[in-house]
């Protein structure tokens, strides 16, 4: 069965920093495509960035790009978001998901939810 299990999300002032962590299991990790994807109060979803480690590529959205980091520990099956200079339209609940190789996603985490407000 897969599983992903997000965490890290909290209150945060504008111009700070949270790191999202997500961990998988049930599936071969280090050979699978990644995203994180959220959704803001009341809005519909957004896909944030990817990652296909084992190509070593990524991928951001205009809205994150220089400001988020994706990363994956594939010893730990762990998916990172690391998130700096943050904005109030950051916030959001974040989830982590996982690609079915065509390109779609198939399984999805809880999410957390990140606040950034002063």
């Known amino acids: 069965e897969v599983q992903l299990v997000e965490s890290g999300g909290g209150l945060v002032q504008p111009g700070g920093s949270l790191r999202l962590s997500c961990v998988a299991s049930?599936?071969?990790?280090?050979?699978?495509?990644m995203s994180w994807v959220r959704q803001a109060p009341g809005k519909g979803l957004e896909w944030v960035s990817s990652i296909y480690s084992h190509i070593s590529n990524s991928y951001y959205a205009d809205s994150v790009k220089d400001r988020f980091t994706i990363s994956t520990d594939n010893a730990k099956s762990t998916l990172f978001l690391q998130m700096n200079s943050l904005k109030s339209e950051d916030t959001a609940v974040y989830y982590c998901?996982?690609?079915?190789?065509?390109?779609?996603?198939?399984?999805w985490g809880q999410g957390t939810l990140v606040t950034v407000s002063s």
């Open positions: 049930g599936f071969t990790f280090s050979s699978s495509g």
């Open positions: 998901a996982k690609e079915n190789g065509y390109g779609a996603l198939d399984a």
